[in-house]
């Protein structure tokens, strides 16, 4: 089992470019999510998916779009990046979005540059 | 709003010493509290994670335990290793919030031989 896999580790984009962070899992799990990571700050959850066909806001969706493909796979899309968003992206899953103990497995995570 | 603070940000001990995280949460209502271990360049992995009914969890070196009155947690570790070097992080999970996580800032541990 792979777990969570993230493509592509490091990125540099300039700004007002675009481009998809793509998620997938192996572990037959029905919830995703997306986190970013910024120095001295903990995870804040861009977006997430309970389930296949459904996604929903998180804390801080502004600036982002996501799609969950089917059940293995959850991209995130910026469509014009901005210096603000350089940050480090994790991708999670869970088994299910309802219930107190779910464990999150978390990919290792995207490298994200905008200049 | 729902907050996570840890101290101390870093920590530097001696291979084979033991050491204390804090962490301190203001969530509401408290579902669960999770510690995670980040390697640098990694996802978190969790190494525990505690109920309200829970007070002490052990995961080998590493004993969490959990003040629900106070709402406050600490992260044990013992006979530390060099491969304990990473950033630890405390996550509170809140009920009726499905799967919402808050998570901690994380303290940088950092053991030298």
């Known amino acids: 089992n792979a777990g969570v896999t993230q493509t592509p580790k490091f990125q540099v984009l300039k700004t007002g470019q675009s481009m998809t962070l793509q998620c997938a899992q192996d572990?037959?799990?029905?919830?995703m999510y997306w986190y970013r990571q910024d120095p001295g700050m903990g995870l804040r959850l861009i977006y997430y998916?309970?389930?296949?066909?459904?996604?929903d806001k998180g804390e801080v969706p502004n600036g982002y779009n996501v799609s969950r493909l089917n059940k293995r796979e959850f991209s995130l899309r910026l469509e014009s990046a901005a210096p603000s968003q350089t940050s480090v992206y994790f991708c999670?899953?869970?088994?299910?979005?309802?219930?107190?103990?779910?464990?999150?497995?978390f990919g290792p995570g995207t490298r994200l540059t905008v200049t | 709003k729902n907050q996570v603070e840890q101290s101390p940000q870093s920590l530097i001990i001696l291979e084979g010493k033991n050491c204390t995280l804090q962490c301190n949460y203001t969530v509401s209502p408290f579902s669960n509290l999770r510690w995670y271990k980040q390697d640098t360049g990694r996802g978190p992995v969790s190494l525990t994670i505690?109920?309200?009914?829970?007070n002490t969890k052990s995961n080998g070196r590493y004993t969490a335990t959990l003040d629900a009155d106070t709402k406050q947690s600490s992260l044990h570790i013992t006979a530390s290793q060099l491969s304990d070097s990473a950033s630890y992080i405390c996550?509170?999970?809140?009920?009726?919030?499905?799967?919402?996580?808050?998570f901690g800032g994380g303290t940088r541990l950092m053991v030298k031989p």
């Open positions: 999670a899953s869970s088994e299910a979005w309802r219930g107190s103990s779910y464990e999150q497995y």
């Open positions: 998916s309970a389930s296949e066909g459904t996604t």
């Open positions: 505690m109920t309200f009914s829970e």
């Open positions: 572990m037959n799990h029905n919830s």
């Open positions: 996550v509170v999970s809140s009920i009726g919030a499905g799967n919402m996580l808050t």
